[in-house]
């Protein structure tokens, strides 16, 4: 009872108090950019000191709000219209603290609560150092700070403020609940990933801001902003790959990646990331692309805000678009307004940007850098012309295209697969110059393993097409044991040459690149671990743990570099080798996909919190032998806000590495009377493979992240 | 310069690259008789896909003029309606979503359509183009490299170009001979090497 009546009275003031803290807020970032601006200029420790606190007590007031809205999500409070939007009393506890960033305004809150924890963050690494640069970058953080609290307050056309009340005290019995498709576990913590990668990619680009600002270009401002970038990098990889999970289960396609805007929105910054964490160690170990790391950090971070502006401005249509408004537009202006300010700097300390040093050769580890970074940023700015491509057709031509998923898996191949090679061809090519023998030692190899697996996968290939093929002709059981004859060589080779089949080009670079990759990288660990166990005379595997030890930035790279080979795999699987088959069904009747039977057996409908669920049981038969039993369902949501009612339960079977995936459609009242449900059946090779491989590469990144001083990595890369 | 850089193994090896590179992109978007990495299986998969128990077993269709026509199966039928499936997106609101894959009730409804076009003889152009026409261009989920659409296959080639050919031009004018080149004193460690410069700058910034 009593807290009952402490809720309701502090629901009474929430809202109110919400607000207020928000504009306190607005006034505490402002005296916070004028204090440092003024101390930094003036040299005046008080004002510094003044601005950092200021900054703090921002970061005390956006948590205060935040907590508030959470508040109101939990206790219901529907006199608030955001929590009226995306909540409902119906919703479980998770969904209801996850509708914080379930609409425009609470995703924006939540998004500025996440820059002022990176900017007390700084505050709180310089505690000691007393340094100006970061004074610097706290600027920096702070304006961007700045223009997310002015939109946050309400008071900018086309969004809500998240604590704005119903007029003449009205109270709503119920919300319209949270859009169905983000409640999910992945969803509850995709978005959260992603805003934290995005924000902590803010503090590198503010220490980029804080070196042109302060004129100091050398590589203290790359130092102090490693570990948040690789630390922006590991949770960028989280937040795309938890996204590509969410829509594999809930979207009913049987994928996890089409190019869809949103999700190329996400992926642009990470590609710009891994570029400057590359093109970084050149400006640490040579001195030299210091424009190239500012440029490149800067832009990593204007393509979060212009992912932002894809998102949410409703230029471009996507599945993941689940806040739109004229947001987006001011997101735009702020990217052209800064992109001013930075270029405007740039020319400023022009001079001391140039490179200390020169390239001796264009073979060598510094070109392997360079041509890497060549490949990422022109693979960003390829999948930026994909992505507006309906923007530019409508403009030229008048109408609005929509760009297919084939439309990027063909242009981004080959650039892919070229990345994909320079991953084992980086890290064992000297540096400064090649030498025969270094190529020799190094690559050769690498090289003809590379070109064995290759050949290997064309056989394989051949096989399981010629397999396919048969089956398609006779049953499956006959198939087989056709192909399994002593003859099976002759039939390959006559599938092979005399039938006209394509020769499975990309695939075979794709394992030849793969296995020179790996072979490479691992004769890297094998070669040092060996040397370090006879130096400290101890066994190769503590050789191995040692080498690791001393050098977490370069091997914990190595082990990212072998993640991504073991993710191209998975992706050359599943995206390229799915079966797919499509049929409309009643109960009793089957299809088959691949080795696998399916029997449409039962129907059955469960309850959950806020939904019924409806679907159907399907016997899965390899061979005869009951496998499993599946049940793909749809969920019929009570309240969906601004989503569709019913979303589809997909039934993921995994066998190995590969998954069994069924969705299905509509549930047809006469279904148990002869009624049609049509049902998906996938059939996705090695897509754990993907998973896996993302991983490592979050391994990796925590083991490179774990090395502290950057001085050993020197060491290590000399 | 230019006698240096001629008399060195690297430009070939860039021209090669370059054009291998040129060549693989090409082929990458000349490979346009199917949309994306098809399937090897796929001949299986078109005989089957999308095929509707209840439309599958019926051997006669009305027409729009009101005949009966007597409709008969078969492989091209099957593959027609899989062209048509895999290359016009559904306009239930679930965007990007063909036919093949969307889940929904007009999907199902529209599949339908498309499957009585057909036995009424409309070819798979025909049908596409009316699809088109009826709700808009932006349902097509397939983009040939033809008219305006060649340009958004040709710019990422364009973009590669542009950027690989500044890079060139950067790191042609920033390599030098040994002479030419600052390099740090080995007696000297990279970490001095950086506190220094880090002192210079800031010795810089105080005067």
């Known amino acids: 009872m009593l807290i009952e009546v402490l809720v309701e009275r502090i629901q009474g003031v929430a809202a109110e108090l919400g607000q207020a803290a ?84 609470g995703s924006l809150l939540f998004w500025l609560w996440l820059i002022t924890v990176g900017s007390v963050l700084v505050v709180w690494q310089n ?22 609290i002015l939109v946050v307050t309400g008071a900018v056309h086309g969004v809500y403020s998240p604590f704005e009340r119903y007029a003449n005290g009205m109270v709503m019995s119920d919300g319209k609940g949270l859009n169905p498709l983000l409640q999910t576990p992945s969803m509850a913590f995709h978005p959260p990933t992603l805003y934290i990668g995005w924000i902590s990619l803010t503090v590198p680009f503010a220490f980029a801001m804080g070196a042109l600002f302060s004129g100091r270009i050398a590589s203290d401002w790359t130092l102090r902003s490693r570990r948040w970038m690789l630390f922006s990098w590991i949770v960028l990889t989280v937040g795309i790959t938890l996204g590509g999970h969410w829509a594999y289960q809930e979207l009913g396609w049987g994928g996890y990646w089409a190019w869809d ?80 300010g930075i270029i405007g700097l740039i020319v400023y300390r022009w001079q001391r940007l140039k490179s200390a040093n020169r390239l001796e050769s264009l073979l060598s580890r510094e070109s392997a850098f360079v041509l890497n970074n060549w490949l990422l940023v022109g693979l960003t700015l390829i999948i930026l012309w994909g992505t507006l491509w309906p923007i530019i057709s409508e403009a030229i031509s008048g109408e609005k295209a929509t760009v297919p998923e084939a439309f990027f898996n063909k242009v981004v191949i080959i650039p892919g697969l070229l990345l994909l090679f ?17 190529f020799r030692r190094m690559f050769i190899l ?62 075979m670079l794709c394992v030849f690149a793969s296995v020179f990759v790996v072979v490479a990288i691992f004769n890297e660990f094998y070669r040092g671990a060996k040397l370090r166990g006879k130096r400290q005379q101890t066994s190769l595997f503590s050789g191995l743990l040692q080498l690791i030890q001393r050098n977490k930035r370069r091997y914990g790279g190595y082990i990212i570099h072998i993640g991504i080979v073991i993710v191209y795999i998975g992706i050359m699987g599943s995206k390229g080798y799915f079966l797919l088959e499509s049929k409309s069904l009643q109960l009793g009747d089957s299809m088959e996909v691949g080795a696998y039977q399916f029997t449409v057996e039962d129907t059955f409908q469960e309850q959950g919190e806020n939904y019924n669920q409806a679907g159907i049981i399907v016997d899965v038969e390899k ?39 069924i969705a299905i459609g509509d549930l047809p009242q006469d279904l148990r009377n002869g009624g049609l449900v049509n049902v998906q059946i996938y059939h996705n090779p090695l897509i754990k493979v993907v998973w896996i491989g993302v991983f490592v590469m979050v391994l990796g990144g925590l083991v490179a992240i774990s090395q502290k001083h950057v001085h050993k990595s020197q060491e290590a890369m000399a | 310069m230019k006698k240096r850089i001629a008399s060195s193994v690297e430009t070939p090896l860039i021209s090669m690259f370059i054009f ?108 596409r183009a009316t699809y088109l026409e009826e709700h808009g261009p932006q349902y097509s989920a397939v983009m040939h490299a033809e008219g305006i659409n060649l340009l958004a296959y040709i710019m990422p080639a364009v973009i590669l170009l542009i950027i690989g050919g500044v890079a060139v031009v950067v790191l042609q004018n920033s390599r030098g001979n040994k002479a030419q080149l600052t390099q740090p004193d080995n007696n000297i460690s990279e970490e001095m090497q950086r506190q220094l410069e880090a002192e210079l700058e800031r010795y810089k910034d105080q005067n």
């Open chain 1, 22 to 105: 928000i504009w306190v807020s607005l006034f505490s970032t402002i005296w916070a950019i004028a204090a440092l601006g003024i101390g930094l200029q003036l040299k005046k420790i008080g004002l510094l000191k003044s601005g950092r606190n200021a900054v703090i007590a921002t970061f005390a007031l956006i948590s205060l709000a935040t907590a508030v809205l959470i508040f109101s999500f939990v206790t219901d409070d529907f006199s608030m219209r955001y929590v009226v939007e995306v909540s409902s009393a119906a919703q479980p506890l998770l969904y209801k603290i996850t509708a914080l960033w379930g609409g425009m305004s």
């Open chain 1, 446 to 507: 690498p090289i003809i393993y590379g070109l064995v697996a290759a050949g290997v996968t064309w056989f394989f290939l051949a096989y399981r097409t010629y397999t396919i093929n048969v089956a398609a002709e006779k049953d499956m059981a006959t198939a087989v044991s056709d192909v399994t004859t002593p003859n099976i060589f002759v039939q390959v080779w006559e599938s092979l040459i005399f039938k006209d089949h394509p020769i499975p080009i990309y695939s």
């Open chain 2, 20 to 127: 291998a590179f040129l060549f693989l992109s090409a082929f990458a978007v000349a490979q346009d008789s199917q949309e994306g990495i098809k399937p090897l299986d796929s001949e299986k998969v078109d005989s089957q896909n999308g095929v509707d128990a209840e439309l599958r077993d019926s051997e006669t269709v009305e027409s729009e003029n009101g005949e009966v026509v007597e409709f008969q199966d078969s492989e091209d039928f099957e593959s027609q309606m899989y062209e048509l499936n895999t290359t016009l997106y559904c306009f239930c609101g679930c965007d990007r979503m063909t036919y093949e894959i969307c889940h929904c009730v007009t999907a199902e409804y529209i599949k339908k359509e498309f499957r009585n076009a057909l036995k009424e003889g409309q070819t798979v152009a025909e049908i």
């Open chain 1, 623 to 661: 061979d005869g032998k009951h496998v499993k039993k599946m049940k793909p369902a749809r969920n019929y949501y009570f309240k969906a806000g601004q989503g569709d009612q019913d979303t589809i339960e997909s039934a993921i079977h995994g066998i190995g590495m590969n998954d069994v995936y």
């Open chain 1, 127 to 148: 505690r000691k150092a007393n340094d100006t640069l970061s004074d610097y970058a706290l600027i920096a953080v702070t304006i961007v700070q700045l223009f997310f």
């Open chain 1, 422 to 438: 320079l991953t084992g061809a980086g890290p064992i090519i000297s540096w400064k110059k090649i030498t025969f023998n270094n």
């Open chain 1, 261 to 340: 805007p949103v999700e190329n929105a996400s992926f642009m910054p990470w590609l710009l990331g891994t570029a400057y964490l590359h093109s970084v160690m050149i400006q640490e170990k040579r001195n030299m692309l210091k424009l190239w790391n500012i440029l490149l950090i800067t832009l990593a971070f204007q393509f979060t805000l212009l992912g932002t502006f894809i998102t949410r401005s409703g230029v471009i249509s996507s599945v993941h678009s689940f806040a739109q408004s004229d947001i987006g537009w001011y997101f735009l202006g702020f990217i052209l307004t800064s992109t001013a």
